[in-house]
């Protein structure tokens, strides 16, 4: 089965610091590549992606680096705050259907 | 206001009796999908739909029914729940358009259900 690992499973930041969370993808059918962040209670929300032709994404505080020759794509926060304690989900995307894989998760804490 | 909605929002139910969870947007989206999210699991996509009739088998299937006869609506439907679909449940839609290079996706706030 198409799989896409996540890890940490868990981690924690002091307020300020840089927050990285990394994924591994196999399939190469996929043509974006999605980062969601939920919150206690919440749906999950699409807070950034980005395609393969591209190694790097950035949105305010929120990064993806992509390197397609490793087929690994990862999410940095930067100024880390505690408000941005949740958790994170990285996934695949194929666009012209929408199929998705998601990774198991990343909870993000960050210390005030 | 762009918006999934779903109901209901909390289902507790008995084995084998018959239920259906709606969801609807309001943004015109083309895709539809829904989701089951189980501790340690994730989210799987259970089934995903490109547009009105056209619908597909995500990775977990089975045990669930998906129809789409309008655009804005995207039911699922249980024939005969089990306890192994005690899940949380959520709706999504997306744009097929690419926007600044990226998409438009939306969920609902899902729907806790409990089969006993």
């Known amino acids: 089965q198409q799989q896409v690992k996540q890890s940490p499973q868990s981690l924690i930041v002091q307020k300020g610091g840089i927050s990285i969370i990394n994924c591994a993808y196999e399939?190469?059918?996929?043509?974006?590549f999605p980062w969601y962040q939920q919150f206690p209670g919440k749906g999950p929300a699409l807070l950034i992606a980005i395609r393969p032709d591209v190694s790097e994404k950035k949105e305010g505080r929120f990064t993806i680096s992509f390197n397609k020759s490793a087929k690994q794509f990862s999410l940095h926060i930067m100024d880390s705050q505690p408000g941005d304690s949740a958790t994170y989900f990285c996934?695949?995307?194929?666009?012209?259907?929408?199929?998705?894989?998601f990774g198991k998760g990343t909870r993000l804490h960050i210390l005030p | 206001e762009a918006q999934v909605t779903q109901n209901p929002r909390y289902l507790i139910t008995v084995t084998g009796k018959k239920l259906t969870v709606t969801c609807s947007q309001n943004?015109?989206?083309?895709?539809m999908s829904w989701y089951r999210q189980d501790p340690g699991l994730g989210l799987r996509q259970i089934y995903y739909s490109m547009n009105v009739e056209v619908t597909d088998k995500g990775d977990v299937p089975e045990g669930y029914k998906v129809s789409r006869k309008e655009k804005r609506n995207f039911p699922l439907i249980l024939e005969s729940p089990s306890p192994n679909q005690t899940s949380l449940y959520f709706c999504a839609s997306t744009s097929s358009q690419v926007l600044q290079g990226g998409y438009e996706q939306y969920f609902g706030p899902g729907t806790r259900l409990t089969v006993t």
């Open positions: 943004m015109n989206h083309e895709y």
């Open positions: 996934a695949a995307r194929r666009s012209r259907d929408d199929k998705i894989i």
């Open positions: 399939n190469t059918a996929f043509d974006y």
